[in-house]
């Protein structure tokens, strides 16, 4: 009897679980869903295109925020992209290497490390030496964030390359460089390109290694140089207002940051759940 | 070596040479500090910054303390919840019905940390200070009711917040350990006739190492995490026991205090040593996950 | 996968090339200036930009409200083109600056610092030595002798005040605590004045930072049986009980346009030279003489160079000279302009800024 009922409590338990891991996730997306929507409808296609209001006017919207998320990602796409693909391929194709397994090592702390601690450390080298917070500074930072994600991502891409291509290809007398981007890269494309989009959707959500590094800006839109706006960062201001319509304004581009990220996110999970 | 070898080289040294970089500049930056105060930036509870340099003096240990006591609320909350979830996909449900509950938790790991800060500042924190306020006006007795705060930001929201953003990285972790338990090991259990509780503990004993090494990474993210928790903790130099008491984390003092820093001669190097506290906090717990991980063969 | 890369770039170029094509066309070329600093002007500097931008579309100005110390922080590191402080620039301060360039210094409008609570009760009125005595916590209870004493008739409840104070470094603190120095020997001598002081009674458990006037309002709003001080606006914004204080002369009076306009009727005496701005004692405007004057008023300062690239001199020019003016015009609720003669301080100081 008491076995039973053990038995009874923890499958109880079970499902409990299931349940409190479940509801916060859908009590997110529905809050965001439902005070982001209204706030949609009600700036309508200005809300993507204007600029900050001043509090309590009503109007505007956060076009220098999304401006500044594309261009400081596009940025840092730039700068660790190349750098983080060459780091996978080095771990993929020299797998017993001591220094290959160090920097495996690596990478996972990396993608385990406190992002605020990249702002800070960027603003020491970039920020003060340059004199200006800038959206190359933010793209800099978020570089940093993004390179473990990409760099495990083609690794592991690379190592599922099954080892009679390669040989083939050696056979034919390629050099090694040859073989490594004109084969192995090619067949694993679809797995460099899911770590490549990974990374970005990754960075386009980062706050914290932007709060010193890219400076912020409201009104208006520049070049690498100069300071820039991202959505992350001003729902961090916004919610910290007392006005409601700065408040508005942050469940908004909160929406718009969640149906970005999940408009990147669900098609690459989805398809792997088919394959 | 060849020469492929050697045109990467220089990649991989750049890859260490920024994390190299990164501790060598936070611990210059905290030089200052060290010499003028000693291990008591560490050890006392002082956050007083003057116009004339004699007069400041700072001590980061309420951030310490807070950053230990919310990471390990999270984990309290999360491990039997996240040993739980994993137990329900694996066996109870159906292999169809698997992804209906593990992309949501991927979408989860994955979710940008503002939108849990959105979250917990206007949702989560005003639901919570009605159940502070009840269970202080009725259990303040108990040590860890005993705190009035009215204001709901606590290290119980951010503790609550953080097991919610840690929950899929353990979870994922102890699920992937103990679906791949060896399927002769399952058939052994249960043909001695044990009841699913019964089996389910003998087979969980076997993922020990995972379930461990999933509670040191998860300890170790909610450690790093700083915007969704500098907007719930109260931001106040407070040591207190109890769950409702406002605090700091180093990552929250750091976002709250850095702007704010360079006017006096000593704070930017007081939270830089923070940093480096942070640093060496998360390096620690990180590589202590990972390693338990590689010796027991999951990485 | 080159390919998807060279199409992602091409796209990349072509949205940056509309973008910059895009602001071309709305204006000749445009010129941003940054700002940053004292959360207390922030909305009424807010007003004056999106104001501003209507008459000058060549100008875009971005102010960044995150407390006086970082402002003058941004400033010296020159992130910024203007930052603004509440309390003057201190003399320390002062000589910073003058190794990177020479500063300018002058005020631009008048606020008050008013003490706010949360307790169903109308009409609080309190003194100065009373205020500090309850901000220190030596003062537990609402009900307190004291507390009584100044409302006889008030029906006070048998409640813990609990303390909301800024967490972060900003002069309404300094404002704040420089008037209560003033009043309190005692205060004075425990706490001190400052952007970022050791609040005594955090260590009873009483008392709660919260981080910006933003922070505080939010927490005030939230909990019964609490004080706090803040800016003037964000009081009205948010429609906060205030105290009434009693001032110099011994009459309770509430922060308005009125009351703080009576308070720096006499300022433009004490106001320096904006050259020399760091010599303005803040202590004169506080618990100013005056029947009908409200005693915890501050100006707000702005900080510049006096000399800046061509184009960004010409802006910054622009910009301020307007808020001197046009902007004075303009004020929002919760503020008051400053006198006639310390605007003209102010323009001069602006007409001696020069290009490079």
């Excluded at chain 2, 492929?4 to 501790?23: D, H, R, T």
């Excluded at chain 2, 705190?147 to 919610?164: D, E, K, R």
């Excluded at chain 3, 001069?348 to 020069?354: D, F, G, N, T």
Aim: charged content about 15%.
């Amino acid at each position: 009897m008491l076995r039973e009922l053990k038995n009874k409590v923890f499958i109880l338990y079970l499902i409990i679980s299931a349940f409190l891991v479940l509801f916060p996730l859908l009590h997110i997306l529905f809050s965001v869903f439902a005070n982001g929507i209204p706030v949609l409808l009600k700036f309508g296609m200005e809300f993507l295109t204007e600029t900050l209001p001043a509090p309590n006017k009503p109007g505007g919207g956060i076009f220098p925020a999304i401006y500044g998320t594309f261009v400081m990602v596009f940025l840092a796409s730039l700068i660790g992209i190349p750098l983080a693909v060459l780091a996978g391929i080095f771990v993929a194709e020299y797998p017993n290497n001591a220094l290959s397994k160090a920097t495996r090592s690596l990478l996972l702390i990396m993608m385990e490390f406190p992002t605020i601690l990249v702002g800070l450390f960027v603003m020491a080298i970039i920020v003060l030496p340059l004199g200006s917070f800038s959206a190359l500074a933010g793209a800099i930072a978020l570089s940093i964030v993004m390179l473990p994600y990409v760099a495990t991502y083609t690794e592991q891409a690379m190592r599922s390359v099954p080892q009679q291509y390669k040989e083939g290809a050696y056979a034919l007398g390629l050099r090694k460089v040859r073989v490594v981007f004109s084969i192995t890269l090619k067949i694993a494309k679809k797995g460099v390109v899911t770590g490549l989009l990974i990374g970005m959707a990754k960075v386009s959500g980062e706050t914290a290694p932007l709060i010193f590094t890219a400076g912020n800006a409201w009104r208006s839109t520049g070049g690498a140089l100069e300071p820039a706006g991202a959505v992350p960062l001003w729902i961090y201001y916004l919610v910290q207002q007392p006005y409601a319509n700065y408040h508005e304004l942050a469940w908004g581009a909160a929406f718009v940051l969640m149906v970005f990220f999940l408009a990147i996110f669900l098609p690459i999970r989805l398809s792997m759940v088919r394959s | 070596m060849d020469k492929f070898k050697i045109f990467l080289l220089p990649v991989v040294g750049l890859v260490f040479g920024i994390i190299i970089l990164m501790l060598i500049v936070f611990s210059l930056n905290s030089i200052p500090i060290f010499q003028r105060e000693g291990i008591a930036i560490y050890t006392t509870n002082i956050w007083k910054a003057g116009e004339v340099p004699e007069e400041e003096f700072y001590g980061i240990l309420a951030a310490i303390y807070g950053t230990l006591y919310t990471s390990t609320i999270a984990i309290l909350i999360s491990l039997p919840i996240s040993v739980g979830l994993a137990v329900f996909i694996s066996d109870l449900l159906p292999k169809k019905l698997r992804e209906f509950f593990i992309i949501p938790t991927d979408i989860m790991a994955g979710l940008p940390t503002i939108l849990y800060g959105i979250w917990g500042i206007f949702v989560l924190a005003p639901s919570l200070s009605g159940m502070m306020k009840f269970l202080y006006d009725n259990f303040s007795f108990i040590p860890f009711f005993s705190y009035y705060n009215p204001t709901g930001f606590s290290y119980l929201s951010a503790g609550i917040l953080l097991a919610i953003m840690v929950t899929p990285f353990a979870t994922s972790l102890i699920r992937e350990a103990y679906m791949a338990i060896p399927s002769i090991y399952r058939e052994a259990v249960y043909s001695l006739g044990l009841t699913r509780y019964e089996a389910t503990k003998v087979l969980l004993s076997y993922i020990k190492p995972a379930i461990l090494a999933g509670t040191l990474l998860a300890f170790g993210r909610a450690v790093g995490e700083t915007v969704a928790v500098s907007l719930v903790i109260g931001n106040a130099f407070n040591i207190h026991s109890s769950l409702f008491a406002p605090g700091y984390t180093i990552s929250s003092l750091i976002a709250n205090q850095f702007g704010n820093a360079f006017i006096y001669e000593f704070m930017p190097s007081a939270l830089f040593s923070a940093g480096l506290a942070l640093f060496l906090i998360g390096l620690v717990v990180n590589v202590s996950g990972l390693l338990v991980l590689k010796r027991w063969g999951y990485a | 996968m080159k390919k998807v890369l060279a199409f992602g770039i091409l796209v990349a170029l072509l949205m940056l090339g509309c973008v910059s094509e895009e602001s071309k066309e709305g204006a000749m070329e445009q010129i941003k200036i940054y700002g940053s600093g004292a959360s207390f002007p922030a909305p009424q500097i807010e007003n004056w930009i999106s104001e501003f931008s209507k008459v000058n579309k060549n100008v875009v100005v971005e102010y960044a409200s995150k407390g006086s110390g970082a402002g003058i922080n941004d400033f010296k590191s020159k992130l910024v083109h203007f930052a603004c402080t509440d309390p003057p620039a201190k003399k320390s301060e002062w000589e910073e600056f003058e190794k990177l360039g020479k500063p300018l210094q002058f005020p631009f409008i008048v606020g008050a610092v008013v003490v706010v609570y949360n307790l169903p009760v109308e009409g609080l009125k309190l003194d100065g030595e009373t205020i500090a005595k309850i901000f220190m916590g030596d003062i537990e209870f609402w009900d307190d002798e004291r507390i009584k004493a100044l409302n006889p008739n008030a029906n006070l409840p048998h409640e813990k005040i609990i303390v909301i104070h800024r967490s972060d470094s900003s002069g309404t603190t300094e404002v704040f605590t420089t008037y209560l120095s003033l009043v309190s020997e005692e205060f004075k001598k425990r706490v001190g004045a400052g952007k970022l002081v050791d609040w005594p009674v955090d260590k009873l458990g009483r008392g709660f930072g919260g981080k910006g006037n933003e922070g505080v309002s939010a927490m005030l709003k939230q909990t019964q049986n609490s004080i706090a001080y803040v800016e003037l606006a964000y009081a009205l914004h948010e429609n906060f009980k205030m105290v009434s204080i009693k001032n110099a002369e011994g009459n309770f009076v509430k922060a308005n346009s009125e009351t703080i306009s009576s308070a720096i009727s006499a300022s433009s005496a004490y106001v320096p030279d904006p050259t020399e701005g760091y010599k303005e004692d803040p202590k004169l405007f506080l618990n100013a003489k005056g029947k009908n004057s409200y005693p915890i008023v501050s100006f707000s300062h702005v900080l510049l160079w006096q000399s800046y690239p061509e184009k960004e001199a010409k802006a910054i020019k622009s910009f301020w000279k307007w808020v001197l003016t046009e902007g004075q015009k303009k004020i929002i609720d919760g503020y008051a302009p400053i006198p006639k003669e310390v605007a003209e301080l102010g323009l001069k100081a602006v007409e001696s800024i020069r290009g490079e």
